[in-house]
Every structure is written in C-alpha cells, then in structure tokens.
C-alpha cells in the first residue's frame, strides 16, 4: 500500500474481540476488505459502566483487550463511560471525548476522512469528531440503527444530526436508505452499499461431503437456523412450526439445527427450549450454540434450507452465505430481507408467525432449487466490490469535504 493511500478512521461499537469473537463479525471482514485499499486504523469503543460490568450479561466487556488487528488494519479498543438505558443519549458524546483522547496520544494517525459503521453512538461520535478535526465523515447505516432508535425522543435529534451532515449515508438495504431519506437524509447523498459475503469460506463443501462429516444420512431432511439467541430471531417460532408439519404428517421427519450463542441483548434460551419441550421436538431440534464461520459453513452445506424467523433484519448476511452454499432461505419479510430473496427462485418470504412459517417450510420441501443459480446470487455480493464502493465513497467525501 503507497503512502499515497486514503488514510480512514473507523468508528465502531460493534466490533469482535478476543474476549467477545462473534461479535460484529460483518463489521470486521468489511474493515479487512477496505484495509486492502486503504489505511485503516480501527477504534472499537466499549461502553464501561463498572457496576453493569458485573452483570451477566456485560461481564465479556472487562476482558476486551487493548489492541489486536483485523487484517492490514490496526484496532484500538477503547473504553467510553456508557450508562445502560437512563443514559443512552450521552454515549454518543462520552465516545467522541474518549476518541479524542486516544487521538492526542497518537500524532501518527491523521485521518482524511471518518466511517462511522452505525448511526448511534457511532455515526453521533463521528458527526462530534468531524466538527473537532476539521474532517468528513460517512456513516453506515445497518437496521435497529435507523429504523427503531430515531423514533426514541432522547435519540432523534441526534440521529437527524448524523444524517443532514454526512458527507455519504451509506446503508446496506435499499430500504434503509427509504427509512434515511424518511428521517431527513439528502436523497443525493444516500448510496445502498450492501455487505458481501465469504465465497472461499460459504460454498466451498459438497453436500454429500458435509453430511458425511456430520454424520447426517443422506436422506435426512434438514433446516438450519443461525443468529443469537435472542427473541427477535425467532428461533423458537421456527421450533413450533417444524412441530406444526410433524402433527399434520408432512415433510417426513424433519430436524432442526440451531446455531446460535446469547448476546448482550438478551438470551432467549428458557422461550426456545420451551418450545422444545412443549412440542415434544426434543429428539428432532439441535442445539449447536455458537459456532466459528467455517462450522456454519459445514452446516449450511449440509442443509435443505435455512429458516430466518427474524422481526428485525438489515440485510442478513446469513442468507448470502446460505446462497453460497446453494441452498434457498425461508426467511420473514422484513426491512432488506426481500431485498435479497428478489425472485421465488432464491427462496420463500413469510410473515412472522407459526403457520405462515410452517407454509413455507412446506412449500420450500416440496419442490427442487436450482442451487447453481442460487450460488450465483450470492457471487453478486463479493467484500471486495463492497470495499471498492466503500473506498471510492470515502475518497470522495475526503477530497471534496
């Protein structure tokens, strides 16, 4: 990489570490992609509360490291004052002072140019950073970001801030950038750039080759579910429908595989092995926890399909990765998903309940895929073409702004 290259200062809450690996892993592979192109210094902020620290729920965060790389890119994990709930509308504030002072103990980072990777507290700390520093910043928009959180009364001034002064408003769903443009984005300024997917990690197993691993016969009948464990991903919900074919006597006898770990939002574990429990699936539903891309990748090659039961989605790239692997999706039709499922040759849209899912999984069973034409779907979507996007987005906004 020339001297010449653009310098970037990425700011993300979302961001994997040692101690919390699965986190914000779409954040990551997009940063490696940009750091083939550009100079990319990483800061990561954990929002520290010292007596939420100790909950549960946010113990992970006292194990962050310091520093650690993704790819050709350099990761500053930085601590910010971060009050759960009473004071979420200052996070935005006590990160950009935080950034601040890690900038001052670091005269070799002089950024052009600033990518926030979510509207809030990132994309506010970024809008408070560029107004300090002289500099642009683009700011990335991914879902609960811009479609839940301006709708809060202590966050929607904030978030109306980050849009009108963006130099590019970059969400990864068309219907995002809808929802942008809604909340007071320059339509001029607001270019979809969606996330790509691992083509050398998803696809890359045969079928036959991943059961045998697995040890699942060939004839075997098999859904996958992957997400955290939490109530939005409505993997419980995919449980009842599975037990709903298995009362009327369709599909044969289908199983269930379901990855996925809790998260700091929640852990929807006691709702889904009830489910489990109260529909006698217990011989029929795999509970994998969470697991690495390249296990994932052994299941989903493994599938008949994935089921998404979602209330919440950007632009899963868990349906990508299933394309890849060249099986369809039966996922809910919210936000970017039908984004991704354009054409009933890609896989099934439903509504987010037991019947409607249940349907799906039906129909889905009942007819044969074109699994070459559904890994070319997926191939439309490289993280090199996302990050050359990306880097002509941001040279732009640092040489005119």
């Not at 980050?162 to 950038?177: E, N």
């Not at 007819?367 to 993280?383: N, T, V």
């Amino acid at each position: 990489m020339s001297e010449q290259s653009l310098r970037v200062l990425d700011v993300t809450t979302l961001f994997p570490s040692e101690s919390q690996p699965h986190l914000g892993l779409f954040v990551e592979r997009r940063v490696k992609a940009l750091a083939d192109l550009c100079n990319v210094q990483v800061v990561a902020g954990i929002g520290r509360f010292p007596i939420a620290e100790y909950h549960p729920r946010y113990h992970e965060r006292r194990m962050t490291p310091d520093r650690g790389k993704a790819g050709n890119a350099e990761v500053s994990y930085i601590r910010f004052l971060s009050v759960p709930r009473a004071l979420k509308r200052l996070d935005g504030d006590f990160l950009a002072r935080s950034i601040m002072r890690f900038l001052r103990g670091r005269s070799d980072i002089a950024p052009q140019v600033i990518l926030a990777e979510l509207a809030y507290p990132d994309g506010f700390a970024a809008y408070l950073l560029s107004r300090r520093l002289g500099i642009p910043y683009v700011v990335t928009l991914r879902g609960h970001d811009i479609n839940d959180l301006p709708r809060r009364t202590d966050l929607g001034t904030h978030i109306a801030d980050v849009l009108r002064h963006a130099a590019f408003v970059i969400p990864v769903a068309d219907a995002l950038g809808q929802a942008a443009v809604e909340a007071g984005a320059d339509p001029e300024r607001v270019v979809t750039v969606p996330n790509g997917v691992d083509l050398d990690v998803f696809g890359e197993m045969s079928r036959e080759r991943a059961r045998a691993l697995l040890e699942i016969p060939q004839d075997q009948k098999l859904l996958v579910s992957v997400g955290h464990l939490v109530e939005r991903k409505g993997h419980h919900l995919v449980v009842r429908a599975l037990a709903k074919l298995d009362d009327a006597g369709i599909c044969g006898k289908l199983q269930l595989a379901l990855i996925g770990g809790p998260s700091e939002e929640g852990d929807a574990s006691k709702d889904i092995n009830a489910a489990i429990s109260e529909t006698s699936m217990e011989g029929r539903v795999l509970q994998l926890g969470a697991r690495p891309a390249g296990d994932v990748a052994i299941w989903l090659a493994a599938a008949d399909a994935l089921v998404l039961a979602s209330s919440k989605e950007g632009r899963p790239n868990v349906v990508l990765e299933a394309f890849a692997s060249g099986i369809p999706a039966i996922a809910t039709k919210v936000w970017g998903t039908p984004e991704l499922i354009s054409d009933t040759c890609y896989g099934i849209l439903v509504e987010r309940e037991v019947d409607s899912i249940a349907e799906g999984i039906r129909s889905c069973l009942s007819r044969e895929w074109d699994c070459a034409l559904i890994r070319q779907r997926a191939a439309m979507f490289s993280w090199n073409r996302t990050a050359n996007t990306l880097e002509s987005l941001l040279r732009h906004a640092a040489n005119t702004g």
